[in-house]
Antibody, heavy 117, light 111 residues
Framework: EVQLVQSGGGLVKPGESLRLSCAAS????????MSWVRQAPGKGLEWVGR??????????DFAAPVTGRFTISRDDSKNMLYLQMNSLKTEDTAVYYC????????WGQGILVTVSS | QSVLTQPPSVSAAPGQKVTISCSGG????????VSWYQQLPGTAPKLLIY???KRPSGIPARFSGSRSGTSATLAIIGLQPGDEADYYC????????????FGGGTRLTVL
């Protein structure tokens, strides 16, 4: 069974950085295309970015609002996924989910990131 | 402002059928598989339908999906109170910098 457990959220000031972690079990993260999705308070889902499987090159792609500020990485030995968020803005405030969008699918529990002065 | 257009809300009585539409374009729905996600209040989304019409293990057959041209539809029959949730369509988009796109979401109310 796919399980994703997230950690690392919190309150930060605009311009600061934060790293989210996602511990995977039930599958090997190296073989999966993994994404980060966020949901601003009271809003819909917004795709943030993804990392391809190692076999597909392991490259990353990002949505326009976070390109150049966010990076995604993976520690295959620990089966962990990370989202490094730099130069945070107030509009980045949201619940962030790590997810395996492809079937059978899997979502982390979500973690709140609040960017406020 | 979502690339994929869904109705903001739908409603129906228990036991009835409801459909939720998702409209896009040739660069997304028209050329890629569609997935549907269910988000119960206060919880993380869950994959409901993938590859337009396939159900992951554990998803009841009451839920079905279809795609025609640049639109997709989620149908739920035999509505239950526990189906009350937000539903999102999603797919890859080859025409934008945002490679995966979601619909704006549809709130299902079971009357």
């Amino acid at each position: 069974e796919v399980q994703l457990v997230q950690s690392g959220g919190g309150l930060v000031k605009p311009g600061e950085s934060l790293r989210l972690s996602c511990a995977a079990s039930g599958f090997s993260i190296v073989d999966a295309w993994m994404s980060w999705v966020r949901q601003a308070p009271g809003k819909g889902l917004e795709w943030v970015g993804r990392i391809k499987s190692k076999a597909a090159g392991g490259t990353t792609d990002f949505a326009a609002p976070v390109t150049g500020r966010f990076t995604i990485s993976r520690d295959d030995s620990k089966n962990m996924l990370y989202l490094q968020m730099n130069s945070l803005k107030t509009e980045d405030t949201a619940v962030y989910y790590c997810t395996k969008l492809a079937a059978p699918g899997g979502w982390g529990q979500g973690i709140l990131v609040t960017v406020s002065s | 402002q979502s690339v994929l257009t869904q109705p903001p809300s739908v409603s129906a009585a228990p036991g009835q059928k409801v459909t939720i539409s998702c409209s896009g374009g040739s660069s997304n729905i028209g050329g890629n598989y569609v997935s549907w996600y269910q988000q119960l209040p206060g919880t993380a989304p869950k994959l409901l339908i993938y590859d337009n019409n396939k159900r992951p293990s554990g998803i009841p057959a009451r839920f079905s999906g279809s795609r025609s041209g640049t639109s997709a539809t989620l149908a739920i029959i035999g509505l239950q109170p526990g189906d009350e949730a937000d539903y999102y369509c999603g797919t890859w988009d080859s025409g934008l910098t945002s490679l995966w796109v979601f619909g704006g979401g549809t709130r299902l109310t079971v009357l």
